[in-house]
């Protein structure tokens, strides 16, 4: 059997390696690279994109981190089990109606995106001897979330008479079409101009692409994510040393001889065109290893990529051994499905999808080995 990618044999046919070193590098890396007085924040939406909040979040508190953002409220509580009080936790999701009194026990701030949050927050506000912090989203250009242009040339500040104002924070639509996408440098100046309206309080409008677009992005708060996993694609001009931090594995189940014109898979989608070796490998959808790899994916294995054959299904997918001299692959060997050999954002580009999608898409299922100052730990 090859040597294993992990201290021992988990006891699942799925693993994980979460390298804790190479997110501190990621993010002094970034945070070296940022203007002046900048924070830079962590955003561990969706389980930190796959990585673990819990032990993410420890990793970057220690680290200097201290603010971070989720997109639930259900994230920021399970968020501030893990690291101490004196950090700012942002939901950007907005808020929905009777989640106040929840936002003021945690001390959770709410991004607040239109005139009804607005004035729900600030009535809230009225009743507590403190009044209620929040941040302010403005939508500069996305038209997703935020208050519109309109609303904030009719904005009155005394919608705020019991709020205190944070944060004021816009997002970038094109930050990975190159900087001189028109759309960034729009949507610069109308934050410009969003901020003068609140010089009191933080200003944040680049996540990870838009920290590529240099210093005049930056403001007080960068919102770092898909970067702290180390991704290329992160990184859309290539001058930044970034490493990467997930690597996913899967276990052959088992090996099989077919002839040739044999079927494989669901449907028949494949059919043999000479005799051959095929490895069954113990992942599939359910995974997030998506539907769209069927007879275009790839593994490593045995010091090579042998190529998905055949339709994904829910928990298995299979792969031709053909071509690897025989006794190489056992059935037993772990395989790549991304990591050292395989970059993960080459496999979102064959599955005509994106990182972000298959991080996030890694489930429970797989057993997570995290890295730390080379001691392993691991997380079932």
């Not at 979330?145 to 709020?163: A, I, W």
Request: overall charge neutral.
């Amino acid at each position: 059997m090859a040597k294993l990618p992990f201290p021992h044999m988990p006891s699942i046919s799925l693993a994980l390696t979460i390298d804790l070193d190479a997110l501190a590098h990621n993010y002094q890396t970034l945070r070296s690279g940022l203007k002046k007085g900048a924070h830079c924040a962590a955003v561990l939406k969706a389980n930190a994109y796959g990585m673990g909040v819990k032990e993410t979040s420890i990793r970057l508190y220690q680290e200097g981190c201290r603010h971070f953002f989720t997109a639930h409220l259900a994230e920021a509580i399970e968020l501030q089990c893990y690291i101490p009080k004196d950090v700012f936790i942002y939901v950007l999701n907005g808020l929905r109606k009777g989640e106040e009194k929840v936002y003021a026990h945690y001390n959770i701030i709410p991004v607040l995106g239109d005139l009804e949050q607005v004035h729900d927050w600030n009535t809230f506000a009225k009743t507590q001897k403190e009044g209620g912090r929040a941040a302010l989203h403005f939508d500069t250009g996305m038209a997703r979330t935020g208050l519109s242009q309109n609303e904030f040339k009719n904005l009155e500040l005394s919608r705020f008479s019991h709020t205190e104002i944070v944060c004021v924070l816009s997002h970038l639509a094109c930050p990975y079409q190159r900087p001189e996408h028109p759309m960034n440098e729009a949507q610069r100046h109308n934050f410009d101009a969003i901020r003068k309206r609140f010089p009191f309080a933080l200003a944040s409008l680049a996540n990870s692409g838009g920290f590529f677009l240099g210093p005049k992005y930056h403001y007080d708060i960068v919102r770092i994510g898909l970067a702290l996993t180390g991704c290329r694609t992160a990184v859309p001009e290539g001058n930044v040393s970034l490493k990467p931090v997930v690597k996913a594995y899967a276990q052959i189940l088992q090996i099989n001889d077919i002839e040739r014109g044999d079927s494989v898979g669901y449907d028949a989608t494949f059919i043999a065109s000479r005799a051959s070796r095929i490895a069954t490998v113990g992942v599939g959808y359910a995974d997030g290893y998506l539907r769209s790899l069927s007879n275009r994916g790839e593994v490593y294995v045995a010091g090579v990529k042998a190529p998905v054959i055949g339709k994904v299904s829910m928990d298995l997918l299979t792969i031709d051994i053909t071509d690897i001299p025989s006794g190489k692959v056992q059935r037993g060997d772990w395989v790549e499905l991304f990591g050292d050999h395989l970059l993960i954002d080459d496999l979102a580009q064959k599955a005509e999808t994106i990182p972000w999608e298959l991080l996030t898409l890694l489930g429970a299922r797989y057993e997570r080995f995290y890295l730390n100052n080379q001691q392993e730990q691991k997380v079932i």
